[in-house]
């Protein structure tokens, strides 16, 4: 059975960094990533990476957030720096299989004074 679980949420101050963590059980897959889903908003790619090393990153996040991945071990991180009120979000690890998509619980990142 697969699973997804994200570690590392919390809350952080702006101009703060934060790490997730999201390590996958059942299988291995060609690409892994995260979204982020704001109150009111839609969910909304933040960053992925292929089993090859190819990322893909929103235009919001690039330059300040990183996504690297433990093939062997089918975890992925995601590094945030420079966190904004607007980073605020629940951020979903998300991963592409042969049967499909699948989706972590959500962490939550707040970023506040």
């Known amino acids: 059975q697969v699973q997804l679980v994200e570690s590392g949420g919390g809350l952080v101050q702006p101009g703060g960094s934060l790490r997730l963590s999201c390590a996958a059980s059942g299988r291995i897959f060609y690409v892994m990533g995260w979204y982020r889903q704001a109150t009111g908003k839609q969910r909304e790619l933040v960053a992925t990476?292929?089993?090859?090393?190819?990322?893909n990153y929103a235009d919001s996040v690039k330059g300040r957030f990183t996504i690297s991945r433990d093939k062997a071990k089918n975890i992925v991180w995601l590094q945030m720096r420079s966190l904004n009120t607007e980073d605020t979000a629940v951020f979903y690890c998300w991963a592409r299989g042969n049967l499909g998509d699948y989706w972590g619980q959500g962490t939550q990142v707040t970023v506040s004074s």
């Open positions: 990476m292929t089993i090859d090393g190819n990322t």
